[in-house]
């Protein structure tokens, strides 16, 4: 058996966590946004320390007796890029870890949430199948509970409705009601195959 290739591997599982991709993207960006926001603040804060010390060391460095504080200087200098590039270096990578976390943790919500939704949407439609419990690791497991319990309170009375009809029927058939009958055992039959 030939597998896939690997890229196509990683595209689904990014696909398979976004499972409402508007409400999980709509937080990870927040989430970018606020680190992002964040990094700038204290960046610009390391930032303009750094170049108050640097200015309180050049002006020690105007001494041409005082090496130690022109070799501090030039020191400062040489640092004073890579300390910017360090700076848009972290804030990048922290706001792509804190979205791409923001993805995963929400999954834990949207993936209840994205099957409480289908459930619901079946249920719009006359189908009352089993529901299967949510993962261990999924959010909203008490509010999935009263769902749960909803659900087979609606899927107990399909199935009462559905001996009621048998039973009618029986009984119309045997006060000659034969097209009556036919059409309560219909029913019947609709409830039984709305639990499938």
């Known amino acids: 058996m030939r597998q896939k290739p690997a890229a196509g591997r990683s595209q689904r599982r990014i696909r398979n966590l976004l499972v409402f991709d508007e409400f999980q993207l709509h937080y990870a960006g927040h989430i970018a946004l606020v680190s992002a926001a964040l990094t700038v603040g204290l960046g610009w804060l390391v930032y303009h320390f750094n170049g108050v010390a640097s200015r ?19 020191a400062f200098h040489r640092s004073e890029r890579q300390l910017l ?13 804190l979205a791409a976390w923001q993805i995963v943790t929400t999954h834990r919500v949207a993936g209840p949430l994205y099957y409480i ?28 509970e009263t769902f749960r319990e909803m659900h087979e309170a609606m899927r107990d009375r399909a199935r009462r409705e559905a001996e009621q009809f ?31």
């Open 56 to 74: 309180v060391v050049d002006l020690r460095a105007l001494d041409p007796a005082d090496v130690e504080a022109q070799v501090l200087s030039a």
């Open 85 to 97: 590039i360090g700076l848009i270096v972290f804030g990048v990578v922290l706001s792509v870890v």
């Open 117 to 144: 939704a289908h459930q619901a949407k079946r249920m719009r439609d006359g189908y009352l199948g089993a529901l299967h419990p949510l993962r261990k690791g999924d959010m909203l497991h008490s509010f999935f």
């Open 166 to 196: 048998r039973g009618l029927a029986d009984q119309a058939e045997q006060g000659g009601l034969d097209k009556l009958a036919a059409e309560l055992r219909t029913l019947s039959t609709q409830r039984l195959d709305s639990l499938k």
